[in-house]
């Protein structure tokens, strides 16, 4: 009951700040969005660039647990993972705050949930995030400290990556569960190294076996590493 109130307040928090805490919305920022949505970069800060498409990254990487995690709850997973890839930590908060701990996974993984549980999509994902960041790295710090400290939509945008970052270790240790893998090292690993480190977990976790729906579960002190 501690981590529901703990999600929930943070999420309405969140909302709060976002909308009457945050700097004004700027009048440029329709525009804005629609160039960085359909690669007109040309103008703007490499690293706001590098951000916006970045925070299209993190609901894969979310969705590549979630999915999982939503099999055996009593809340359907796949709204709030869609909706995560428009509004990022807005719509996962919800989630988590009313999940419950399910360190199972019954039944047959879909087309779906095997591309995600691929090591193949960990390590795409891994790639066009290091071309990302190392692109983003060029761009202009002193501006985008500017923008960050005068545009909602960039300084909402910054503190929804904080957020993805720091949550995504809650999600974690189900997931590891799931697998019969034990290393504490990796979760240290996840939880201390933003971004990346979700990105190593998504590419060397052991693939998900799938367990019929009738198939008795296996005491945890009797899976052997």
Not at 1 to 23: D, H, N, Q, S
Not at 102 to 119: C, E, I, T
Not at 144 to 156: C, D, E, K, L, M
Not at 190 to 197: D, E, K, N
């Amino acid at each position: 009951m501690t981590r529901k109130i703990g999600f929930g307040l943070l999420w309405l928090g969140f909302i709060v700040y976002a909308f009457f805490l945050a700097p004004p919305d700027r009048p440029d920022t329709f525009e804005l969005i629609k160039n960085l949505s359909i690669v007109q970069w040309q103008g703007i800060n490499p690293l706001v660039i590098a951000l916006f498409n970045i925070m299209g990254i993190w609901p894969v990487i979310y969705s590549a647990v979630v999915l999982f995690d939503g099999r055996g709850q009593k809340i359907r997973a796949w709204p709030f993972a869609i909706a995560s890839f428009a509004v990022g930590a807005f719509a996962l908060l919800p989630y988590l705050a009313l999940r419950q701990p399910n360190p199972q996974f019954q039944g047959k993984k879909n087309a779906v949930l095997k591309l995600l549980d691929s090591r193949v999509t960990g390590v795409g994902l891994t790639i066009a995030t290091v071309i990302l960041v190392a692109y983003g790295l060029q761009g202009n710090w002193s501006e985008f400290v500017q923008q960050w400290q005068t545009s909602r939509f960039i300084h909402v945008m910054s503190l929804d990556f904080a957020l993805l970052c720091l949550l995504f270790p809650t999600l974690v240790r189900d997931d590891m569960a799931r697998r019969a893998w034990k290393n504490p090292a990796l979760f240290w690993l996840i939880t201390l190294i933003p971004l990346f480190g979700p990105l190593i977990y998504l590419c060397v976790r052991p693939p998900l076996p799938e367990r019929g729906l009738d198939t008795v579960s296996i005491p945890q002190e009797t899976v052997t590493n």
